[in-house]
T-cell receptor
């Protein structure tokens, strides 16, 4: 069984469009994350979210917004896509035990290309 | 906030040699230090981690050391093999704060 899954795996779209990436985890974890990995392989944290708290990296443009319909899902919505948004986006989850930081399980990634 | 520096950015070794990757962190309250391996085109996966109550941890050919006083930790890989070639990321975290990753080290093991 896939622990953390993302859809789609590839996403090609034009500038100005709005798109969403879906993420689901079946590990029963309390916390989910979104990361952006650019061409230099840098893993930039975008959001950290559990059922009580959303932590936003202040450098993330407000065109990006996480939406969590339930504990097992954290979707990423991106409005008005720009060329610089092209990257691989990883979803991840971890077990939050009394706020402790534990191993993160990553999804397979979504390669977003904005033309 | 936390700042994690990772060196070197690229490391090239011959098969059988040892490889060492070093990271420093700025927040003395950080208490969890994982290392992730990302093979080409794959997702990052945890290979080893250490918490601040221990100074060293070993798992077969890989080991991690932690110096809390100096605020640095290192990944050691012995008897490197071509399948060790990947990008390695260190990270530092605590509580519910957003974890901070290093910029990654590309390890190349030549047969």
């Amino acid at each position: 069984d896939t622990a953390v899954s993302q859809t789609p795996k590839y996403l090609v779209t034009q500038m100005g469009n709005d798109k969403s990436i879906k993420c689901e985890q079946n590990l029963g974890h309390d916390t989910m994350y979104w990361y952006k990995q650019d061409s230099k392989k840098f893993l930039k944290i975008m959001f950290s979210y559990n059922n009580k708290e959303l932590i936003i990296n202040e450098t993330v443009p407000n065109r990006f917004s996480p939406k969590s319909p339930d504990k097992a899902h954290l979707n990423l919505h991106i409005n008005s896509l720009e060329l610089g948004d092209s990257a691989v986006y990883f979803c991840a989850s971890s077990q939050g035990v009394q706020g402790a930081y534990n191993e993160q399980y990553f999804g397979p990634g979504t390669r977003l290309t904005v033309t | 906030g936390e700042n994690v520096e990772q060196h070197p950015s690229t490391l090239s070794v011959q098969e059988g040699d040892s490889a060492v990757i070093k990271c420093t962190y700025s927040d003395s309250a950080s208490n969890y230090f994982p290392w992730y391996k990302q093979e080409l085109g794959k997702r990052p996966q945890l290979i080893i981690d250490i918490r601040s109550n221990v100074g060293e941890k070993k798992d077969q050919r890989i080991a991690v050391t932690l110096n809390k006083t100096a605020k640095h930790f290192s990944l050691h890989i012995t008897e490197t093999q071509p399948e060790d070639s990947a990008v390695y990321f260190c990270a530092a975290g605590r509580g519910s704060y957003i974890p901070t990753f290093g910029r990654g080290t590309s390890l190349i093991v030549h047969p």
